[in-house]
Antibody, heavy 115, light 107 residues
Framework: QVQLQESGPGLVKPSETLSLTCSVSGDSMSGNYWSWARQPPGKRLEWLGYIHYNGNTGYPPSFRDRVTISIDTSKNQFSLRLNSVTPADTAVYFC?????????WGQGTLVTVSS | EIVLTQSPATLSVSPGEGATLSCRASQSVSTNLAWYQRQPGQAPRLLIYGAFTRATGVPARFSGSGSGTEFTLAISSLQSEDFAVYYCQQYNDWPPTFGPGTKVDIK
């Protein structure tokens, strides 16, 4: 069974870039879609985008100008970069196998945006 | 974006009883709807996709139904591990969107 684990800084300053990595174990990344989602405190889950094993990406219009998802199959990892963060980007960030249906999820990591 | 509404916000149920959760979409999503369970401190888990297809390993006491704009997740005979928050997600339109969740707690 695939396991996903998010890693990265838990605190990011406003206007800086949030960077997270998801390590995948227990299954090959081949042929799969890999995604990121987040849940701000007290708010709904939000889809941040996906990347296919072949490198194709898709982002929601509301995040398209700030989000980049990349993949490194040699390391069994994929990553999220969110630019120009504000306190509104404070959330639990999840890495996910699958898109648009989230087949497997990481535990999530809390990222706080604050000076 | 398609907006999903879930009701009730909280459902109090005794162990062994059944529960029915609702999800309504602001426009038709056909059967492109999934349900997820999130237990405290754990990763979310896919329960149902395609409105009624159980994901691998999901017990038969979970069943999904509906199409268009009205959907239901039914849980028969709740077990201790079923007390959690349940989210619906539509994936008929991009981007996928989620409902606010229904919390099922112990009565």
């Amino acid at each position: 069974q695939v396991q996903l684990q998010e890693s990265g800084p838990g605190l990011v300053k406003p206007s800086e870039t949030l960077s997270l990595t998801c390590s995948v174990s227990g299954d090959s990344m081949s042929g799969n879609y890999w995604s990121w989602a987040r849940q701000p405190p007290g708010k709904r889950l939000e889809w941040l985008g996906y990347i296919h094993y072949n490198g194709n990406t898709g982002y929601p219009p509301s995040f398209r100008d700030r989000v980049t998802i990349s993949i490194d199959t040699s390391k069994n990892q994929f990553s999220l970069r969110l630019n120009s963060v504000t306190p509104a980007d404070t959330a639990v960030y999840f890495c996910v196998r699958g898109s648009p249906v989230a087949l497997d999820w990481g535990q999530g990591t809390l990222v706080t945006v604050s000076s | 974006e398609i907006v999903l509404t879930q009701s009730p916000a909280t459902l109090s149920v005794s162990p062994g009883e059944g529960a029915t959760l609702s999800c309504r979409a602001s426009q038709s999503v056909s059967t492109n709807l999934a349900w997820y369970q999130r237990q405290p401190g754990q990763a979310p888990r896919l329960l149902i996709y395609g409105a009624f297809t159980r994901a691998t390993g999901v017990p038969a006491r979970f069943s999904g139904s509906g199409s268009g704009t009205e959907f239901t997740l039914a849980i028969s005979s709740l077990q201790s591990e079923d007390f959690a928050v349940y989210y619906c997600q539509q994936y008929n339109d991009w981007p996928p969107t989620f409902g606010p969740g229904t919390k099922v707690d112990i009565k």
